[in-house]
């Protein structure tokens, strides 16, 4: 059973990389221009250590951010609900493993709310 389910990791994993990679998708992912100011501060500040797709980051330090605030669902979390968890763990840090203020005050308010805005558009 394990052993199936490691095959299939090895399989589906690359296949997924490729299909998103080669997705034909070459552009940087496009953001609402009053988003932008977030993304550049998500990029340089946060995508080293997490994947988000709308930032076109791929840091494995941390969990995926897309993944980990809006699993694909049928009812997907709202942005409203999404953004005071991102703040909290920028101001406050996340079990001793995620610094705290990264960023702070009116940065950390829009870096969360871009976050909140575009976890899981894939
Ligand atoms: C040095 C690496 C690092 C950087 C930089 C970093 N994070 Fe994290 N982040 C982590 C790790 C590691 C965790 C998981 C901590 C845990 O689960 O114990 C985490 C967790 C999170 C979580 C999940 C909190 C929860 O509710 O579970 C969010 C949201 C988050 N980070 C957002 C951000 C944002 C936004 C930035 C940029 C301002 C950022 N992170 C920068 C490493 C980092």
Redesign the pocket.
Known sequence: MFGIVVVLFAILVPAWAISREGGGDASPQSVPADLEDGKE??VT??????TLYKAGTD?I???D?DE??APPSPSPPAAET?YP??L???ED???????KG??TGP??KE??E??AQV?GDR
Do not use: D, E, T, Y
Not at 45 to 50: F, L, R, T
Not at 93 to 99: D, E, N, R, Y
């Open positions: 501060l998500f500040n946060c995508g080293s250590c997490h840091g330090v941390g969990p951010l980990l605030l999404i968890r991102v909290s763990a920028v840090g996340v079990g001793g493993k995620m610094p990264i960023l940065q950390a870096v969360s871009f976050v976890a």
